[in-house]
């Protein structure tokens, strides 16, 4: 894949020409093909349908521009920026094959609502999510693109002048979410505690942002027992981090605050997983979605407070390990009876609400989490539960994820939902004994820990819990190849801008 995508100004000459095409466009309406007759004739043949996904090129031998790849976008009354998404997509992996390094991309005389800047972010968005490969780990035998060209290569981009500004912060947005897929995707031996801390360090040296560590002795004069308890049996001690956007004149803003599990692998501890937690190095992907989102806030220097907690702890078996039947006590003082250990992302999420809410006295709060597979059971692998205690509040979280492109949807959670999470021998258990509303019961736990009335009645912080166990990794698709999809990124990015 292209090793950087970059937007050139308008003067820039490309060696290819990318039109992005609704169904039934005539020759008259696209402007910047260099070979107008060609595509006159290509638009008249009855296979050309436009349809999406729909593409081919025309090679101009010997002109200065090479070749026209003409994508379709299918009806324009049903268009949407996923479709400009998708098509840009196609786009990038087609203009990679070919091994193009400039290019300009027409998206013009769409008849639909969406703005300039909403078409050249989302022709961003296509380019960079289809762009995002991670071959780190691929040694000499098995590197397909590093075998035909040693070097990998740029691409410039020029879009319609008037859709340059949303392009351009597009791809600030896409740094932050490549930073999530590749912190997702390294595996769990080099992905620790420590090393996402130190990650956290460096990018926020990087991007301007506030960053804290809380390692595990600060976590223990803080009573933080649910972080400590699921990171004590692994490799690197457990740790919460905190990165704040803090633009000027904010100073006193009630922040935005965005939290995430980081569980950086989930054996299932104890409660062991039956195939050993494959797959589970995504489990630190709410995490990971929070540090992305935090890269790309400060990179749009969104002008609204910002602090990003991140639970990181290891879910292993060890002499150190919790066990169930331990009693363990939070933050806030809530204790839990732990009746799954591999229930424990609700655990270190519990310490970094209730420390979040508590020293940030946030105007918001929203979780990012793979808590449970009855989400997965729920919804699949495209939409999000989400659970909340405030409707504006998650009204605007609705609208960001239909802008960018990351749906979700409501279940949910009210007193009876919470009695479940209520035991005998303590507060709380991390898991009910019955399997019913799976993961509202993950939803319901949290819901002790947002704010300081939490415990005793359904918090009045406003709050979202985004459940992503579904949505954080894809079997592959037009947008992206398999793997960490970044989900939440771009959803709290956008969220924090319109907030
Ligand atoms: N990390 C898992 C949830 C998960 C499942 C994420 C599938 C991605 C795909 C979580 O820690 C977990 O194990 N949850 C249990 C909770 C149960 C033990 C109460 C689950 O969902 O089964
Ligand atoms: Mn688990
Ligand atoms: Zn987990």
Redesign the pocket.
């Known amino acids: 894949m292209y090793r950087s995508i970059k937007a050139a100004p308008a003067a820039a000459k490309p060696q290819a020409v990318v039109l992005l095409l609704p169904t039934g466009t005539k020759p008259a309406d696209t402007p910047g093909c260099p070979a107008p007759d060609a595509l006159a004739a290509l638009l008249k043949q009855p296979d050309t349908t436009l349809a999406p996904e729909w593409t081919r090129t025309l090679y101009h031998p010997g002109q200065r521009i090479g070749r026209t790849l003409v994508v379709g976008l299918g009806d324009s009354d049903k268009l949407t920026a996923d479709t400009l998404r998708k098509a840009a997509a196609k786009a990038l992996r087609q203009l990679h094959s070919a091994e193009i390094t400039a290019a300009s991309i027409h998206a013009v005389g769409l008849p639909i609502d969406l703005d300039d800047a909403s078409i050249g972010h989302a022709i961003a968005d296509g380019l960079s999510l289809a762009n995002f490969t991670f071959d780190t780990y691929h040694g000499k035998t098995k590197r397909p693109e590093k075998s035909k060209r040693e070097k990998p290569i740029d691409l410039k981009v020029v879009v319609e002048e008037h859709q340059r500004t949303g392009f351009k912060q597009g791809l600030k947005v896409a740094a932050g979410v490549t930073t999530a897929r590749t912190l997702a995707a390294t595996p769990p031996n080099v992905a620790n505690p420590k090393y996402i801390a130190g990650y956290c360090k460096k990018l926020a040296k990087d991007s301007g942002l506030k960053c804290t560590v809380i390692n595990a002795s600060k976590a223990k004069e803080l009573k933080m027992g649910g972080l400590l308890a699921v990171g004590a049996g692994g490799s690197t001690p457990p740790c919460m981090v905190i990165l704040e956007h803090n633009p000027s004149g904010k100073a006193k803003q009630k922040p935005l605050l965005l939290v995430g599990k980081g ?1 950086t692998f ?1 054996t ?1 501890g104890y ?1 062991l ?1 039956g195939d050993g937690g494959k ?2 190095k ?2 630190k992907c709410g995490a990971m979605n929070v540090i992305g989102a935090m890269q790309a806030i400060a990179n749009l220097k969104i002008k609204r407070r910002v602090v990003g907690i991140v639970g990181l702890a290891e ?1 292993m078996i060890d002499r150190e390990a919790y066990r169930v039947d331990d009693i363990l006590t939070f933050c806030n003082g809530v204790t839990c009876e732990v009746t ?1 250990t ?4 609700r655990l270190v999420l519990a310490d970094c609400l209730a420390y979040g809410t508590k020293a940030y006295k946030p105007a918001a709060v929203v979780d990012f989490a ?5 989400v ?1 059971v729920a919804l699949g692998k495209r939409i999000a539960g989400v659970w909340s205690t405030d409707d504006e509040l998650l009204a605007k979280l609705k609208a960001a994820g239909e802008t960018v492109g990351e749906p979700v949807w409501e279940l949910p959670l009210d007193d009876e939902y919470r009695k479940m999470m209520q035991a005998k021998h303590a507060d709380l258990h ?2 009910a004994p019955v399997r019913e509303a ?1 993961a509202t ?2 939803a319901a736990f949290l819901s002790y820990f947002v704010g300081n009335d939490a415990p005793k009645q359904v918090p009045t912080t406003p709050w979202v819990h985004v459940d992503i ?2 949505t ?1 990794n894809t079997d592959g698709g037009t947008l992206m190849e398999k793997g960490p999809t970044g989900f939440g990124v771009r959803l709290a990015t956008e969220l924090a801008a319109t907030l």
Do not use: I, W
Request: hydrophobic share 20%; proline share 0%.
């Open positions: 569980v989930d299932g409660s997983k797959g589970m995504y489990d879910n799954n591999d229930a424990e992302g793979t808590l449970t597979g009855g997965v991390n898991s799976h019961q993950g166990a579904g954080s």
